[in-house]
């Protein structure tokens, strides 16, 4: 079984389940499960090629999958740069999003993460999506990159 990590946030009740991969999943099952108790599910899936941008045919075949067995949102790391971001049914799929603390600084590429601020209507359980680009010094300190961040 994967990790399955579930919270409740203003009387919202949410599950996070970990995708990998490189190991045995039982993903598609664990949505399906998480559907009967959560209002929100996010799929958070290490895959990828690294350093490649774009994801494979076998991402996006199992990201819609994920969304189609019940995910609101897919959130993806390990290609160690950002990558595409699609809408598939009214729901957001983030491919890579980067790094955001990492010992890499070969190229620009790697040395840009993305930070998403996903915020939840209590009442409609609608999610909005707020980016934020960040590039990591050669001092080894992670900073927004523009446009700077603005606060609320």
């Given amino acids: 079984m994967n990790p399955v990590r579930n919270v409740v946030s203003n009387g919202v009740k949410i599950t996070i389940i970990n995708y990998n991969e490189f190991a045995d999943s039982s993903t598609l099952e664990d949505i399906k499960k998480a559907r009967e108790f959560s209002d929100i599910i996010i799929v958070y899936a290490h895959w990828g090629i690294e350093y490649e941008k774009k994801p494979t045919e076998g991402q996006i075949e199992l990201a819609h999958r994920f969304i189609d067995a019940g995910a609101d949102a897919v959130m993806g790391s390990h290609s160690h740069v950002t990558g595409t971001v699609e809408e598939y ?3 957001k799929i983030y491919y890579s999003l980067g ?7 070969f190229n620009e590429d790697v040395r840009k993460g993305l930070g998403v601020v996903v915020k939840i209507n209590a009442e409609t359980k609608e999610l909005t ?14 900073i927004l990159s523009p446009p700077a961040f603005a606060p609320e």
């Fill in 129 to 142: 999506f707020t980016d934020y680009n960040f590039y990591l010094a050669p001092q080894g300190q992670t």
């Fill in 99 to 105: 790094n955001f603390i990492f010992d890499q600084y």
């Fill in 89 to 91: 049914k009214v729901k």
